[in-house]
Antibody
Framework: QLQLQETGPGLVKPSETLSLTCIVSGGSISRSSRYWGWIRQPPGKGLEWVGS???????YYNPSLKSRVTISVDTSKNQFSLKLSSVTAADAAVYYC?????????????WGQGTLVTVSS | DIQMTQSPSSLSASVGDRVTIICRAS??????LNWYQQKPGKAPVLLIYAASTLQSGVPSRFSGSGSETDFTLTISSLQPEDFASYYC?????????FGQGTKVELK
């Protein structure tokens, strides 16, 4: 059973870069035909897909964030990471790492518990 | 981006009630539609994928239907553990987008 756990700072200053890592256990990132990605949820609001990376290394980003987002994989540590640059208060949210298979509707079937990121000086 | 609109945004219901949530897409998405349940402070949980396929381990009182632009999530007999928020999500065209959510509250 796949398990995902987000790690990273809970507080980021405006204009700086948000960096989060998702540690994966119960399966290999590199040996699975899966997408590994990030979804965020501002407090009290809905869900927004940030982006994902396929096990082959191909990346997919939300166009609304594309110029600021980088998702990468470290297969040696079985983890993947999110970097979001030039953050503002609008980027404050709970960030979930998640994974979905290549099945028909790409259902997101495993989620991390989420980590709250606050943007403040 | 494809816009997903859920209705209602919230509803009040009693244990044992039949509950239906509607999700409409701004363009046809075939059956590329998933439903999630989210409880306060927790990550979403996949309930239904491909519009009508029940995820393994999800109780059979949950069901989904629809295609193209109109979809429904039905809870046949609401249980205490079902009071939560529900989100639809399309994956037909990137970026995947979610509905704004429907909060099911105790009447």
């Amino acid at each position: 059973q796949l398990q995902l756990q987000e790690t990273g700072p809970g507080l980021v200053k405006p204009s700086e870069t948000l960096s989060l890592t998702c540690i994966v256990s119960g399966g290999s990132i590199s040996r699975s035909s899966r997408y590994w990605g990030w979804i965020r949820q501002p407090p009290g609001k809905g869900l927004e897909w940030v982006g994902s990376i396929y096990s082959s290394g191909s990346t997919y980003y939300n166009p609304s964030l594309k110029s600021r987002v980088t998702i990468s994989v470290d297969t040696s540590k079985n983890q993947f990471s999110l970097k979001l640059s030039s953050v503002t208060a609008a980027d404050a949210a709970v960030y979930y790492c998640a994974t979905y298979s290549g099945d028909y509707s790409l259902p997101i079937d495993h989620w991390g518990q989420g980590t709250l990121v606050t943007v403040s000086s | 981006d494809i816009q997903m609109t859920q209705s209602p945004s919230s509803l009040s219901a009693s244990v044992g009630d039949r509950v239906t949530i509607i999700c409409r897409a701004s363009q046809s998405i075939s059956a590329y539609l998933n439903w999630y349940q989210q409880k306060p402070g927790k990550a979403p949980v996949l309930l239904i994928y491909a519009a009508s396929t029940l995820q393994s381990g999800v109780p059979s009182r949950f069901s989904g239907s629809g295609s193209e632009t109109d979809f429904t999530l039905t809870i046949s007999s609401l249980q205490p553990e079902d009071f939560a928020s529900y989100y639809c999500q399309q994956s037909f065209i990137s970026p995947p987008t979610f509905g704004q959510g429907t909060k099911v509250e105790l009447k």
